[in-house]
C-alpha cells in the first residue's frame, strides 16, 4: 500500500467518525462508545508513532557511527596514501641525483667505445685490404722469381739466385704473419670491448631491477605493517 493509499484511507475514516459524531439517530452511549474507539486507535497510533521515531533515532545514529568510523578510516587511507607518495617521491628524488649521473656516465662511455669500435673496424678493413694487395704483389714477386729461375741455366750462379729468392720470400712472409698478428690482437681487442660494454649494461640493469624490487618491497612491508 503507498502513501496516497493510506492518506485516502485515514481521510475516509475520519469523515466516517465525524458523520458517525454529527449523527441525530445516534444515541448518546453509541457516540461515547465511538469515541473511545476513537481515543485508543489515537492512542495505539501514537505509540507506533513514538516507537517508530525511537527506531529511526537508533537507526540513524548507527548509520552515523558507520559514516564516521569510514570518514575516518577514508582519512587514514589517505594520509598513510600521502606518506607513500612521499616516500616514493623521496625515492625517486635519490635516484635522479644519484644514479642518473652514472647511468648518463655509462651512457657516455658507451658511446666512446662504439666509436672506438668503428675506428677499429674501419681500420681492419684497411689493413685487410693491405693485406690483400700484398698477397697479390707476393704472388706476383714469387712468379716473378720463378720464372728467372727457369731462365738461369748456370749451375755456378742457381744457389745464389735461390738464396737471394729464399730471403726476399722469408721477409715478404715475416712482413704478412707480422700483419696477421697485428689483426688478431685488434681482433681480441674488439672482443675484450664488447665484453666490458655487456658486462656494464648488465650491471646497470640488474641495479635497476634490484632498485625497483626493493622499492615495492618496502611499499608492502609498509602496507602490511599499517
Known amino acids: 500500500m503507498n502513501d496516497e493509499s493510506i492518506l485516502k484511507l485515514?481521510?475516509?475514516?475520519?469523515?466516517?467518525?465525524?458523520?458517525?459524531?454529527?449523527?441525530?439517530?445516534?444515541?448518546?452511549?453509541?457516540?461515547?462508545?465511538?469515541?473511545?474507539?476513537?481515543?485508543?486507535?489515537?492512542?495505539?497510533?501514537?505509540?507506533?508513532?513514538?516507537?517508530?521515531?525511537?527506531?529511526?533515532?537508533?537507526?540513524?545514529?548507527?548509520?552515523?557511527?558507520?559514516?564516521?568510523?569510514?570518514?575516518?578510516?577514508?582519512?587514514?587511507?589517505?594520509?598513510?596514501?600521502?606518506?607513500?607518495?612521499?616516500?616514493?617521491?623521496?625515492?625517486?628524488?635519490?635516484?635522479?641525483?644519484?644514479?642518473?649521473?652514472?647511468?648518463?656516465?655509462?651512457?657516455?662511455?658507451?658511446?666512446?667505445?662504439?666509436?672506438?669500435?668503428?675506428?677499429?673496424?674501419?681500420?681492419?678493413?684497411?689493413?685487410?685490404?693491405?693485406?690483400?694487395?700484398?698477397n697479390n704483389e707476393l704472388v706476383q714477386y714469387k712468379n716473378i722469381v720463378c720464372n728467372r729461375i727457369d731462365i738461369r741455366t748456370n749451375d755456378n750462379s742457381l744457389p745464389i739466385q735461390q738464396s737471394t729468392v729464399s730471403e726476399s720470400s722469408s721477409s715478404l712472409i715475416q712482413m704478412f704473419n707480422n700483419v696477421k698478428l697485428a689483426e688478431q690482437k685488434t681482433t681480441i681487442d674488439s672482443m675484450i670491448c664488447a665484453s666490458i660494454i655487456d658486462d656494464i649494461i648488465d650491471t646497470i640493469e640488474n641495479e635497476q631491477e634490484t632498485m625497483i624490487v626493493q622499492m615495492f618491497t618496502n611499499k608492502d612491508c609498509s602496507t602490511i605493517d599499517q
Request: proline share 2%; aromatic share 6%.
Open 10 to 134: 485515514f481521510h475516509e475514516y475520519k469523515k466516517f467518525c465525524h458523520n458517525k459524531m454529527n449523527d441525530p439517530n445516534s444515541t448518546k452511549d453509541e457516540k461515547i462508545s465511538l469515541m473511545n474507539r476513537i481515543i485508543d486507535n489515537l492512542f495505539d497510533q501514537n505509540e507506533q508513532l513514538i516507537e517508530m521515531i525511537v527506531e529511526t533515532k537508533q537507526n540513524a545514529q548507527i548509520k552515523s557511527m558507520e559514516m564516521h568510523r569510514f570518514m575516518l578510516e577514508t582519512a587514514t587511507k589517505t594520509i598513510d596514501i600521502g606518506h607513500a607518495l612521499s616516500s616514493y617521491e623521496l625515492e625517486m628524488k635519490n635516484i635522479t641525483q644519484n644514479k642518473l649521473p652514472k647511468i648518463f656516465n655509462l651512457i657516455t662511455l658507451i658511446d666512446e667505445q662504439s666509436d672506438h669500435l668503428d675506428r677499429m673496424e674501419r681500420e681492419n678493413k684497411l689493413l685487410n685490404d693491405n693485406i690483400e694487395s700484398m
